[in-house]
């Protein structure tokens, strides 16, 4: 099983600035993910980051918005730029080293903007 | 495209009995795996059980089982002795085949409140 640390666990931002989350694996993997949850709703998938490639985004979803990085194969980052209120939710990623029966996921940041 | 469909807002269900959590999933694709996840209120994403569509028995872990049946394009979750940390938000969700490009992402149901009342 993989173990996934995501930092921070938890923020309160104001509306207008912007916030990076950090992804760190402890092995390598081919695929890395990352999922908005908002509140009381299901997980929706932001992007798709592969190593040495430009990340994949979902419809709704734009790079401008929330730029990745995925320098190597244990880690990964999400930017919550220019924050509002709405973007409040809880941002999980996950991975998935490809022919697994299992995909796991981080312990998640909270985000709160005021 | 993928579809997930969980038709359980909430469960309320007693100590120690077994529970099930409706899954119906929709796919055009023959293979696929699907997943069920527990989320606490600390909001982790627990990983519970996964069932690949090419499986010929169904999936167990612990008092994790997965009631697949394929024709129905159905996978509930079985949880057996329920105990009072069972409690919480359960997601089924789904995963497409391997090779083919975007689809490994996971496709999530709405979820089902899970309450064990002692």
């Known amino acids: 099983s993989a173990v996934i640390s995501q930092k921070p666990s938890r923020d309160i931002c104001q509306r207008g600035t912007s916030l990076t989350i950090q992804c760190q694996v402890d092995s390598q993997v081919t695929m890395m993910f990352w999922y908005r949850q908002q509140p009381g709703q299901s997980l929706t998938l932001i992007a798709t980051a592969n190593q040495g490639s430009e990340a994949t985004y979902e419809s709704g979803f734009v790079i401008d918005k929330f730029p990745i990085s995925r320098p190597n194969l244990t880690f990964s980052t999400l930017t919550v730029s220019n924050m509002s209120p709405e973007d409040s939710s809880i941002y999980l990623c996950?991975?998935?080293?490809?022919?697994?029966?299992?995909?796991?996921f981080g312990p998640g940041t909270r985000l709160l903007v005021l | 495209a993928q579809k997930i469909t969980q038709t359980q807002p909430g469960m309320f269900v007693q100590e120690k009995e077994a529970v099930t959590l409706d899954c119906t999933y929709d796919?055009?694709?023959?293979?696929?795996?699907l997943f069920w996840y527990k989320q606490p209120s600390s909001g982790e994403m627990i990983f519970l059980i996964y069932q690949g569509s090419y499986d010929q028995q169904n999936a167990t872990e612990g008092r994790y089982s997965l009631n697949f049946q394929k024709a129905r394009k159905s996978a509930n979750l079985v949880i057996s002795a329920s105990q009072l940390g069972d409690s919480a938000m359960y997601f089924c969700?789904?995963?497409?085949?391997?090779?083919?490009?975007?689809?490994?992402?996971?496709?999530f149901g709405q979820g089902t409140r899970l309450t064990i009342n002692p």
């Open positions: 969700a789904m995963r497409g085949p391997d090779l083919i490009q975007g689809a490994q992402k996971l496709v």
């Open positions: 996950s991975v998935y080293a490809g022919g697994s029966e299992t995909q796991y």
């Open positions: 796919t055009s694709d023959p293979s696929y795996g």
